[in-house]
């Protein structure tokens, strides 16, 4: 037998080979597949949401310890009046604090008298 004819039954045994193993493996895949279950993860139902101002019934349902979240809104131009000097965006929830590098630049929606109340409305600190 000559070397080309061996060589060319190696390489149709390795393709027989390859063939037999790549249909093994899709009706492993296949039949793994068809044993997942098709239904949808079943969620727990929501809560309702309360009736009425849900603010007023997140501020009765705080604790006595924590600061009440008492702010005003900023007036036309986005400034805060002196009582209550910390400037809060709704859109980005910061806030920022007279010393800030962006307190002159922000347009205020929200003003608080302090921090912690801003931060008891959920906004953060701002970076700078």
Not at 46 to 63: K, N, R
Not at 80 to 87: A, N, Q, W, Y
């Amino acid at each position: 037998m000559s070397s080309l004819a061996v060589v060319m039954r190696r390489a149709v045994l390795i393709v027989m080979l390859a063939a037999a193993g790549g249909a093994a493996w899709a009706w492993w895949r296949d039949r793994a597949e068809s044993a997942v279950a098709t239904d949808p993860p079943a969620w727990p139902p929501l809560e309702p949401t309360p009736s009425g101002d849900a603010a007023s019934a997140h501020d009765a349902a705080a604790p006595a310890d924590t600061p009440t979240a008492s702010w005003v809104a900023a007036d036309d131009e986005g400034a805060c009046p002196l009582t209550h000097p910390v400037k809060a965006k709704e859109s980005s929830g910061i806030y920022h604090v007279e010393d800030g590098r962006m307190y002159a630049r922000t347009k205020a929606d929200r003003c608080y008298a302090t921090t912690d109340a801003a931060e008891h409305d959920g906004y953060r600190r701002s970076k700078t």
